[in-house]
């Protein structure tokens, strides 16, 4: 890896800024392309951000589109993660007339599942709509590997929109299409609206996980967590637990106000 090599990407980035266009545009996108993917797995994405900008501009002096067009949906989904959700929706958007015209593919799959991610975050009723395009689009062409992560959305979709039947059937069926162990725990976690872990410590961070046991079920898939930052007695953890749920059945009061 180019780290290994003693680059750092802001380093890398400098270097490139400077470089001139040649027939090599193709070989820098694609190693531009692979840093930003581990800038963003190391939780980095601001870098991978400006990264994948710089790759955009390779793949287009390069004359690939489609490498573009990957870059492009990469940003939106890295606008994504740090919370700019409109710009996010922007971008997409901006791409939706380019993916309508393009012939069906995988980067067409994820540009749709992208936009529709980004339109449920704004709270845009169209992000069903265009997550079905996407899953109709991904079965046409047998995209195996990405139909776990649409029905997932789409289950966490229907779920936010108070259709709990349809959304387990989305979270069953993305389950059933995992082609890994972690997609398939995903989907299991996604079934739960609230994960309790009342152990001692377990939002307690280290290494792997800043929120420990909870930032990791957070990060599979669990979309609420209720972990604990110190050791708890079994006792009082009965009696908190028990009072904690009498509360979360009783109608209009919130996870948060239980």
């Known amino acids: 890896m180019l780290e290994a090599r003693g680059f750092k990407p ?42 994948w900008q710089q790759a955009q501009k390779y793949y287009e002096q390069a004359g690939d589109k489609m490498g573009s067009l990957g870059s492009q949906i990469n940003q939106a ?45 704004i709270g845009d009723n169209k992000s069903q709509q265009v997550l079905e395009q996407s ?21 966490k979709v229907a779920s936010d929109f108070q259709d709990p039947e349809a959304a387990l ?16 725990l995903q989907a299991r976690l996604a079934r739960f609206k609230l994960l309790v872990l009342s152990a001692c410590d377990t939002a307690t961070g280290d290494d792997r996980a800043v929120l420990g046991l909870a930032g990791l079920a957070v990060k599979s898939g669990a979309r609420s967590t209720i972990a604990t930052l110190w050791p708890v007695k079994d006792k009082a953890a009965q009696m908190l637990m028990t009072r904690f749920y009498d509360q979360l059945r009783q109608p209009r009061i ?4 239980c």
Not at 15 to 38: E, G, H, R, V
Not at 86 to 110: C, F, G, H
Not at 138 to 152: D, E, F, G, P, V
């Open 10 to 51: 802001i380093f890398l980035i400098k270097i490139l800024q400077t470089a001139k266009p040649s027939a090599d545009a193709i070989i820098w996108a694609q190693i531009l392309n692979t840093q930003a993917n581990l800038q963003l797995h190391t939780d980095k994405t601001e870098a991978a951000l400006e990264i």
């Open 77 to 121: 989904q890295a606008l994504q993660s740090l919370g700019f959700y409109r710009r996010s929706k922007q971008q997409l958007e901006a791409l939706t007339q380019n993916l309508a015209a393009m012939p069906d593919s995988e980067i067409k799959v994820s540009g749709l599942r992208s936009l529709g991610l980004a339109l449920h975050a």
């Open 135 to 155: 899953l109709a689009t991904a079965n046409k062409i047998a995209a195996k590997t990405q139909l776990s992560s649409i029905l997932s959305s789409l289950g």
């Open 169 to 184: 059937n989305y979270f069953e069926d993305a389950q059933t299409a995992a082609t890994n162990p972690n997609e398939a």
């Open 254 to 257: 919130t996870k948060a106000e």
